[in-house]
């Protein structure tokens, strides 16, 4: 999907703006002054090609392909399925509920969305009339979670994004965030097999053609220390 600014859930459309940022900050938006805790982040994108070597396997670092490429290929995979989830266990799963990369493709914004059946049943009260009230799951459902993550598709450095993303009241962390990621990044090389094949890093060729080997990419997200901590 290809969004302009109007077409964002709710939040994604105000965590765009600080992406330039460099702490964790709190905003208040949208119905009834939700608070929402940002986390900054610098992602960077890394690939290795993958080879045997006398039975074992190697890696060598490769180039890696640029973010906004990737994420054009994530759209795809997308609209495909009927979910791209990443399930844990106990039936935990963490799933992709929307995604829209920017008319300009200056970013990208992800939805990504937790379902928890392990989790008690939630309760709602209201102490001043003095009833609280149970809301069970039916069979097969769980509690759910959200987090908007937003990147800038234009590098700050090689190979290097600004990232920010928001959870209300902490409901996905960013190892959860991180981990979705990278297991999108294999979908994406799952149903894209013939782009992500590169030519063996020692020249090794067959019938007198370079010997094809994948070529796998992975994520890092190193977290931004707040101006505050720092100067503390």
Not at 101 to 121: G, M, R
Request: hydrophobic share 40%; glycine share 6%; net charge negative.
């Amino acid at each position: 999907m290809v969004c302009g600014s109007g077409d964002h859930r709710d939040g994604a459309m105000y965590i765009a703006a600080y992406l330039e940022a460099s702490r964790l900050i709190y905003i208040c938006f949208g119905v009834g002054m939700t608070k929402r805790q940002l986390r900054f982040y610098d992602l960077k994108v890394k690939a290795a090609a993958r080879y045997e070597v006398n039975n074992e396997m190697i890696s060598t670092n490769v180039v890696a392909f640029p973010l906004l490429d990737i994420m054009k290929q994530a759209v795809t995979v997308f609209d495909s399925v009927e979910c791209l989830y990443r399930e844990l266990p106990n039936e935990i799963k963490f799933y992709l509920a929307d995604m829209c990369i920017e008319e300009d493709e200056s970013k990208v914004t992800l939805l990504i969305n937790k379902s928890d059946p392990t989790e008690p049943d939630q309760t709602i009260s209201n102490p001043i009339l003095g009833e609280r009230h149970d809301l069970e799951k039916p069979d097969g459902f769980g509690n759910d979670y959200s987090a908007h993550v937003c990147i800038n598709l234009n590098p700050i450095g090689p190979n290097l994004y600004s990232m920010v993303y928001e959870s209300p009241r902490g409901g996905i962390p960013g190892a959860q965030v991180h981990s979705f990621i990278n297991h999108l990044f294999r979908e994406c090389r799952a149903h894209h097999k013939n782009a992500y094949k590169v030519a063996h890093p020692a020249g090794v060729m067959e019938d007198g053609r370079p010997v094809l080997v994948n070529a796998l990419h992975t994520v890092d997200l190193n977290g931004k220390i707040s101006d505050d901590f720092l100067n503390d």
